[in-house]
């Protein structure tokens, strides 16, 4: 679940729910990294954490990749 409808990322994963607040690293050089809140889910203490935005592939973009892998393995004879 992700909510956008304030001024910072609010989503839920694996029974934590995290807040956005801040920017750390934002240079095309370097990997982006995020500060946010993290809180059990059912309440409790929360704690800061660094998170790395990860971007997730089409479909196609991994099947085309997986074939790509197998036709590379293939030639390799691996």
Known sequence: MVDKSGSRLMFTSEGFRYEVYATQVAFRDYDTLLLAWRQPA????R???????????????????????VQLATHLQH
């Open 47 to 69: 704690s800061q954490v660094v998170l790395k935005p990860l971007q997730v592939s089409s479909d196609r973009e991994r099947e085309e990749r997986a074939w790509e892998e």
């Open 42 to 45: 059912d309440g409790g203490p």
